[in-house]
């Protein structure tokens, strides 16, 4: 089973608004990674936040975790056209091997 | 520098025959993973390797599938008879380091598609 949802599933914004994407998990995490997927492509890294880390800053990305809640949020000022991709989440477990948990995604669509 | 190298990028099979998706990791990295991504889905894992060792098997399923990633030359995905069912977008990411899992670079993928 996926470790990360993320909500919302679907979103649609103008461009210079900003996109907030939430993200839940299950388990105790390592830390929790972000990634952009244009269509057809392959996914790129955004940003890692550790689990003793409660904010974190790139550029126009602001990723927050709440340990205690079990969540995560990815928010992007000020979007652009560029931005239409799909985000996902994804966790490292404390224990066991370490590999990347997937969520389902959340598809971003940036009207101009 | 060049980045994970995944072929092919398409590859149209049969019912019944095999696919085999090649990956080569960055300059560098020693570990591959391997997902499964279903059409408008997350990716799913599938398998952990490093050269010459399988270190996490559990999202393989339990027939039909093996990967490997030798000492010289890329990691391979096998599909053995392969079914409608297998069609899908499979990524290969490599990592450099182990214990800390960090940033994962991905492939463009391979999207094998099942007659």
């Known amino acids: 089973s996926q470790q990360g949802e993320e909500d919302p599933q679907a979103l649609s914004i103008q461009e210079g608004e900003n996109a907030t994407m939430n993200c839940s998990y299950k388990?105790?995490?390592?830390?929790l990674q972000w990634y952009r997927q244009n269509s057809g492509r392959g996914l790129v890294h955004l940003i890692l936040?550790?689990?003793?880390?409660r904010e974190k800053h790139s550029g126009r990305l602001r990723v927050t975790l709440d340990t205690s809640k079990k969540s995560s949020s990815l928010l992007i000022t000020a979007s652009r056209a560029a931005d239409t991709a799909s985000y996902f989440c994804a966790t490292v477990p404390i224990q066991g091997a370490q590999k990347l948990v997937f969520g389902q995604g959340t598809r971003l669509t940036i009207n101009p | 520098n060049a980045g994970v190298m995944q072929n092919p990028r398409h590859l149209v099979r049969r019912r019944g025959q095999e696919a085999r998706l090649r990956c080569s990791p960055m300059k560098g990295h020693s570990h591959v993973y391997w997902y499964r991504q279903l059409p408008e889905e997350g990716l799913k894992f599938m398998v952990y390797l490093q050269k010459e060792n399988i270190i996490d098997e559990s999202g393989m399923p339990k027939e039909r599938f093996s990967a490997e990633f030798p000492k010289e030359g890329p990691s391979i995905l096998r599909i053995q008879q392969v079914v409608r069912g297998d069609s899908a977008a499979y990524f290969c990411a490599s990592s450099p380091v182990t214990g800390d899992a960090g940033e994962l670079f991905f492939g463009e993928g391979s999207r094998l598609t099942v007659l």
């Open positions: 388990t105790s995490i390592n830390n």
């Open positions: 936040i550790r689990s003793n880390e």
